[in-house]
């Protein structure tokens, strides 16, 4: 993972570089919330993504780990569920969960935790200063909780919930809340998918080396 980890450095390092022209918000729904939506992250297969790696589709994606009591498991059962609603028009959404636990949230974990709930569900993972890069840009707020007299590894960790959407060139387009029922969601999919252009199907993310996997 080393190898992948200073790519991932060196790639962020060339995205923040070009920070002022990515910045600018893709559309006036984000600049009002000042969202810009970028993240340069890991797969579990070991291709590096980011936000404009999946054209012709929207992506959904929340933010959690693996170690969540209760509302990660709720969401991407929600999730799960959102998918189920959409029918054949699940092939245009592309659903991710990006944790806010790197240390313990291992590739092969992510996988194993994903699939439980659906195999549609693609995890993503980075060094933690990739994942904070990610979280700030997405407006995430995320820090651990360890209670006295338990093990360093056995820490909570408080964080923002909710759905993000992102337009087919990774572009912010919506938020939905934790208690957004997956019928809500799945309708504002539905109406987001009819305006994508029709011309052709959509396409596999790129995938770019990773050096150890």
């Known amino acids: 993972m080393k190898g992948a980890a200073g790519f991932l450095a060196a790639a962020w390092l060339l995205i923040a570089a070009a920070a002022p022209a990515l910045a600018a918000p893709a559309t006036e729904e984000a600049a009002k919330e000042g969202m810009v ?40 059962a929600s999730v799960s569920q959102v998918l189920k609603l959409l029918g054949d028009q699940a092939g245009r959404v592309q659903a991710l969960f990006i944790t806010v636990d790197p240390e313990r949230d291992t590739l092969a974990v992510l996988h194993r935790y994903t699939e439980f709930f659906d195999p549609r569900i693609l995890g993503l993972t980075g060094s933690p200063e990739l994942v904070r890069a990610a979280a700030d840009h997405f407006q995430v707020s995320y820090s651990k909780h360890l209670e006295p007299g338990q093990p360093a590894d ?3 960790v408080d964080h923002t919930a909710g759905l993000f959407v992102l337009g087919p060139d990774g572009e912010y387009l919506a938020r939905f809340a934790y208690t957004a029922p997956p019928e809500q969601v799945a309708g504002r999919l539905r109406a987001l998918i009819a305006d994508l252009p029709r011309s052709g199907k959509p396409q596999s993310p790129r995938a770019s080396p990773a050096s150890d996997r």
């Open 154 to 156: 056995r820490y909570a």
């Open 37 to 76: 939506a970028r993240y340069l992250l890991q797969a579990p297969d070991g291709r590096i993504l980011t936000n404009t790696d999946f054209p012709g589709r929207l992506q959904l994606i929340t933010f959690g780990y693996t170690y969540c009591p209760d509302v990660c498991p709720t969401t991407l």
